[in-house]
């Protein structure tokens, strides 16, 4: 059972506009800034945003992060067929003195 | 190029040991705190460990608290992961992975697949 709690499923259609939440606790998100990631099957996880709302360079500006108290929110507009993947939601816990990522969401493009 | 890449991964008996080792190429290792991350298969990502730049900072995940040690070599760019007393439940693809600020896991390596069988 993940710390971070997440649906686990999501679906939109393209040109969509679709959110993912993460839910936390006051040790973690209320706490500490959240990271979230992207993985597609096989590989390894790619780090989408970073400090709740922060775009690594490369990532497209259709990639959106927010934070308000002990919940995060990733958004995804303009849904495009390669955005299916599973996306999960990571912060630290600061009573657990460590990271903690949520079950994550697989999001399926219809 | 920047890069992570593991080894050390395979099978091994319970209650068995192995030595994953990452090595990291393009960027100034030395500057970096590091992580090990794990996703046992078909499951979800787990944290399971942290080092500092100078080794002095280091973090386990409960489950692994005990068990697993943490360690690395800036003279060589590479990071360290000792686990011990395995069980079928450490069965999981390991990956390195930087971190950028404190913790952010910015860049991760391919992984490296422990399987804990009979």
């Known amino acids: 059972q993940s710390v971070l709690t997440q649906a686990p499923s999501a679906s939109g259609t393209p040109g969509q506009r679709v959110t993912i939440s993460c839910s936390g606790s006051?040790?973690?998100?209320?706490?500490?800034?959240v990271n979230w990631y992207q993985q597609f099957p096989g590989t390894a996880p790619k780090l989408l945003i970073y400090?709740?709302?922060q775009r690594p360079s490369g990532v497209p500006g259709r990639f959106s992060g927010s934070k308000s108290g002990t919940s995060a929110s990733l958004a995804i507009s303009g849904l495009q067929s390669e955005d299916e993947a599973i996306y999960y939601c990571?912060?630290?816990?600061?009573?657990?003195?460590?990271?903690?990522f949520g079950g994550g969401t697989k999001l399926t493009v219809l | 190029e920047v890069q992570l890449v593991e080894s050390g991964g395979g099978l091994v008996l319970p209650g068995g040991s192995l030595r994953l080792a990452c090595e990291a190429s393009?960027?100034?290792?030395?500057?970096?705190?590091m992580n090990w991350v794990r996703q046992a298969p078909g499951q979800g990502l787990e944290w399971v460990s942290f080092?500092?730049?100078?080794?002095?900072?280091?973090y386990y995940a409960d489950s692994v608290k005990g068990r697993f040690t943490i360690s690395r070599d800036n003279a060589k760019n590479s990071l360290f992961l000792q686990l011990n007393s395995l069980r079928a439940e450490d069965t999981a693809v390991y990956y390195c992975?930087?971190?950028?600020?404190?913790?952010?896991?910015?860049?991760w390596g391919q992984g490296t697949l422990v399987t804990v069988s009979s």
């Open positions: 990571a912060a630290w816990d600061d009573s657990l003195f460590g990271v903690v």
């Open positions: 080092i500092g730049s100078g080794s002095t900072t280091i």
């Open positions: 400090n709740n709302s």
């Open positions: 393009g960027f100034s290792f030395n500057t970096y705190s």
């Open positions: 006051s040790s973690s998100i209320g706490s500490n800034a």
């Open positions: 992975a930087r971190s950028r600020g404190f913790w952010t896991a910015d860049l």
